[in-house]
């Protein structure tokens, strides 16, 4: 625990220290609520059917979406990105050198990433829910926050892969970009996953975040309990295992060949 | 060395028929031999440091120095031999082997810039999972020894490099270890700085005389000044190893110093009755001004060189006015390995290339 927590307050002195960067962030994310706000405005309130299976409002599945979404990308690009600093920075060096295990320094240097993230996450939902007049009075909000842990834990595997293949390739940003694009495509972000063909279902069935966006909203919405969402969670549960093997595995081995090559800490 | 059984309890770290080289990508893998290809930037590397020693490693820019010092931290895996840290194989027991080990690098990119000294201190000093309490108390403590309680709140990136280096000698102490390893601390600090840094080195050799320190440096000054052995390493090997009178006598086969002689009169030159039997090695001119001349003479220890000289001078009506004597400067030796080393690898290379023709 102490380790986890000298690595947060790392990271919280460091973002604090670049202030207005950390406070231009956290306006620019509560300014994408207001850009949902005129966006759901513009669609009206009547209820749509290909929202009725969430309560029929597009701005509260929408929300949802966009809130879980940014914890996925704080998965994807926080690891990676840790990596690329530390060793542009040069302290990648000096924390290897430590009795601690690599991934488990990739971990904790995530965490200040992921309380930001949570941060964000309750504020998309109180702020947009007062906003836009989303009822989320018969939520169950103990199901959201399992879903959600269970949604970092699966996306924190596919993190900690991809940092093991930016140590070895140094530079990875387009490929990321190309892979959250067809993650939004198919994993039902911005509309329903109904609306796509078979075969882009069949894909988008193969993400969690797909899982993860059904099993959020019809907890927050509908209020459905874990026993609703055994499914959801059981498959959540297995991707979180075999993403975090193969993540933590292939990062181990990345390290392993960046130490052959000597690449470790060249950016 | 090669090959030495030397009990692990007595060594602190044994370096065993270490090689390391660096391939390129098999579709790119030139022809050479099925071993090696691509950089060799160590081979066949053997030597033993044992606890409590402070051995310099030197060599020149691009020898394997940071390269070996790597090795030994588990930042980098072997090509082939192995490493032990008081008996544990860096690469089968990475974890165990860093408890042991503390690193001082000159890279002051290694901070976080944005984080003051304790709290960089601090940081590092969690990584070692050192107890809240005495993890407080050993920040404190260093920073003191380290002259820097007086920064110690202000961020990183205000410091000096004199700073620096010091923050970063502090970092390589804070768990403890039982083996320090240098990477050039002293590298662009300017004199005063440099010193200071030398004399905590010697320092802590006291305050702590069972942990062993490997100080990588090119400043032969500086090596020979802390250190009681020395191994030098170039193009990847060693090329000498033992203590610097040691290394000095095998690279000339006998003992010979340097003496100085500043006179005023008639110039003398080495051509006198007697001069080649003297045991003289060669003089040359150091310095010459308006009315005297400093005269370099290299001489077997012990030989008649000194006396001739100094009785040309006087007997061709010279007056002199200072005589020292000193060893040969561990630079002068240094270099004649190196270049007699570099020399010998041409040699064997025109050979290679003959022979594959």
Same mark, same amino acid.
């Given at each position: 625990?102490?380790?986890?927590?000298?690595?947060?307050? /790392?990271?919280?002195? #460091?973002?604090? =220290?670049?202030?207005?960067?950390?406070? @231009?962030? !956290?306006?620019?994310? $509560?300014? %994408? *609520?207001?850009?949902?706000?005129?966006?759901?405005?513009?669609?009206?309130?009547?209820?749509?059917?290909?929202?009725?299976?969430?309560?029929?409002?597009?701005?509260?599945?929408?929300?949802?979406?966009?809130?879980?979404?940014?914890?996925?990308?704080?998965?994807?690009?926080?690891?990676?990105?840790?990596?690329?600093?530390?060793?542009?920075?040069?302290?990648?060096?000096?924390?290897?050198?430590?009795?601690?295990?690599?991934?488990?320094?990739?971990?904790?240097?995530?965490?200040?990433?992921?309380?930001?993230?949570?941060?964000?996450?309750?504020?998309?939902?109180?702020?947009?829910? /007062?906003?836009?007049? #989303?009822?989320? =009075?018969?939520?169950?909000?103990?199901? @959201?926050? !399992?879903?959600?842990? $269970?949604? %970092? *834990?699966?996306?924190?595997?596919?993190?900690?892969?991809?940092?093991?293949?930016?140590?070895?390739?140094?530079?990875?940003?387009?490929?990321?970009?190309?892979?959250?694009?067809?993650?939004?495509?198919?994993?039902?972000?911005?509309?329903?996953?109904?609306?796509?063909?078979?075969?882009?279902?069949?894909?988008?069935?193969?993400?969690?975040?797909?899982?993860?966006?059904?099993?959020?909203?019809?907890?927050?919405?509908?209020?459905?309990?874990?026993?609703?969402?055994?499914?959801?969670?059981?498959?959540?549960?297995?991707?979180?295992?075999?993403?975090?093997?193969?993540?933590?595995?292939?990062?181990?081995?990345?390290?392993?060949?960046?130490?052959?090559?000597?690449?470790?800490?060249?950016? | 060395?090669?090959?030495?059984?030397?009990?692990?309890?007595?060594?602190?770290?044994?370096?065993?028929?270490?090689?390391?080289?660096?391939?390129?990508?098999?579709?790119?893998?030139?022809?050479?031999?099925?071993?090696?290809?691509?950089?060799?930037?160590?081979?066949?590397?053997?030597?033993?440091?044992?606890?409590?020693?402070?051995?310099?490693?030197?060599?020149?820019?691009?020898?394997?120095?940071?390269?070996?010092?790597?090795?030994?931290?588990?930042?980098?895996?072997?090509?082939?031999?192995?490493?032990?840290?008081?008996?544990?194989?860096?690469?089968?027991?990475?974890?165990?082997?860093?408890?042991?080990?503390?690193?001082?690098?000159?890279?002051?990119?290694?901070?976080?810039?944005?984080?003051?000294?304790?709290?960089?201190?601090?940081?590092?000093?969690?990584?070692?999972?050192?107890?809240?309490?005495?993890?407080?108390?050993?920040?404190?403590?260093?920073?003191?020894?380290?002259?820097?309680?007086?920064?110690?709140?202000?961020?990183?990136?205000?410091?000096?490099?004199?700073?620096?280096?010091?923050?970063?000698?502090?970092?390589?102490?804070?768990?403890?270890?039982?083996?320090?390893?240098?990477?050039?601390?002293?590298?662009?600090?300017?004199?005063?700085?440099?010193?200071?840094?030398?004399?905590?080195?010697?320092?802590?050799?006291?305050?702590?005389?069972?942990?062993?320190?490997?100080?990588?440096?090119?400043?032969?000054?500086?090596?020979?000044?802390?250190?009681?052995?020395?191994?030098?390493?170039?193009?990847?090997?060693?090329?000498?190893?033992?203590?610097?009178?040691?290394?000095?006598?095998?690279?000339?086969?006998?003992?010979?110093?340097?003496?100085?002689?500043?006179?005023?009169?008639?110039?003398?030159?080495?051509?006198?009755?007697?001069?080649?039997?003297?045991?003289?090695?060669?003089?040359?001119?150091?310095?010459?001004?308006?009315?005297?001349?400093?005269?370099?003479?290299?001489?077997?220890?012990?030989?008649?060189?000194?006396?001739?000289?100094?009785?040309?001078?006087?007997?061709?009506?010279?007056?002199?006015?200072?005589?020292?004597?000193?060893?040969?400067?561990?630079?002068?030796?240094?270099?004649?390995?190196?270049?007699?080393?570099?020399?010998?690898?041409?040699?064997?290379?025109?050979?290679?290339?003959?022979?594959?023709?």
């Amino acid at each position: 625990m102490m380790l986890a927590w000298a690595f947060f307050r /790392r990271d919280a002195i #460091i973002a604090y =220290s670049y202030r207005v960067s950390f406070v @231009a962030q !956290l306006l620019g994310n $509560l300014l %994408v *609520l207001g850009l949902f706000y005129y966006v759901g405005r513009a669609i009206g309130s009547a209820p749509l059917p290909a929202f009725a299976p969430y309560g029929g409002s597009f701005v509260a599945f929408l929300l949802i979406g966009i809130a879980l979404t940014d914890c996925v990308g704080v998965s994807l690009v926080s690891f990676a990105a840790q990596i690329r600093e530390a060793q542009t920075t040069g302290t990648l060096e000096a924390t290897v050198m430590s009795p601690v295990r690599l991934p488990l320094i990739l971990i904790y240097s995530s965490l200040w990433n992921y309380f930001m993230c949570g941060v964000r996450f309750v504020l998309y939902l109180v702020i947009g829910s /007062r906003l836009y007049g #989303i009822d989320m =009075s018969r939520g169950n909000f103990g199901s @959201a926050l !399992l879903i959600f842990l $269970l949604t %970092v *834990l699966c996306f924190m595997g596919v993190g900690i892969l991809w940092a093991g293949i930016v140590m070895l390739v140094k530079r990875g940003e387009s490929v990321m970009t190309a892979g959250a694009s067809l993650v939004l495509l198919v994993s039902g972000v911005l509309f329903p996953v109904d609306l796509l063909p078979h075969w882009l279902r069949t894909i988008g069935d193969l993400v969690p975040l797909t899982h993860a966006l059904e099993g959020m909203r019809l907890a927050l919405l509908k209020g459905a309990s874990a026993a609703d969402l055994a499914d959801t969670l059981m498959a959540l549960g297995s991707f979180a295992i075999v993403l975090l093997t193969l993540g933590i595995g292939s990062f181990e081995g990345a390290v392993s060949i960046a130490k052959h090559t000597g690449s470790l800490t060249q950016y | 060395m090669k090959g030495t059984a030397v009990p692990a309890s007595m060594a602190a770290i044994v370096v065993d028929d270490v090689s390391k080289w660096y391939r390129g990508w098999p579709l790119l893998r030139r022809r050479r031999t099925a071993a090696r290809s691509g950089t060799v930037a160590l081979e066949g590397v053997s030597f033993t440091v044992h606890e409590g020693e402070t051995v310099g490693l030197l060599g020149p820019n691009g020898a394997g120095k940071t390269t070996l010092l790597k090795i030994i931290a588990t930042l980098l895996h072997v090509s082939a031999g192995r490493v032990l840290i008081h008996g544990c194989d860096v690469r089968d027991d990475p974890l165990r082997a860093r408890r042991l080990i503390g690193l001082v690098t000159s890279d002051e990119r290694s901070f976080y810039w944005r984080l003051t000294g304790r709290q960089n201190l601090a940081f590092f000093a969690a990584l070692y999972r050192l107890p809240a309490r005495s993890l407080t108390e050993r920040v404190a403590e260093l920073l003191d020894v380290t002259g820097l309680t007086g920064a110690a709140d202000r961020s990183f990136h205000t410091y000096s490099s004199g700073m620096k280096q010091r923050l970063a000698i502090a970092r390589g102490f804070l768990a403890d270890p039982r083996i320090v390893l240098y990477d050039e601390p002293t590298r662009s600090l300017d004199p005063l700085n440099a010193a200071t840094i030398r004399d905590w080195i010697a320092a802590s050799r006291t305050r702590s005389p069972h942990t062993t320190h490997l100080i990588a440096t090119n400043q032969l000054h500086e090596a020979e000044a802390l250190c009681s052995r020395a191994v030098i390493i170039n193009r990847g090997s060693v090329i000498a190893c033992g203590t610097f009178d040691e290394i000095r006598e095998r690279w000339r086969g006998r003992d010979y110093v340097v003496h100085r002689v500043t006179y005023r009169g008639p110039i003398v030159d080495g051509r006198w009755e007697g001069a080649p039997r003297s045991g003289l090695i060669e003089i040359h001119e150091e310095r010459r001004d308006a009315h005297t001349r400093t005269l370099r003479v290299s001489a077997i220890d012990g030989s008649d060189a000194l006396s001739l000289m100094l009785a040309a001078v006087l007997n061709g009506g010279g007056t002199v006015l200072r005589c020292e004597t000193e060893q040969v400067p561990f630079d002068e030796v240094f270099c004649g390995l190196v270049d007699r080393a570099a020399a010998a690898s041409v040699t064997n290379r025109e050979a290679e290339c003959s022979l594959s023709r």
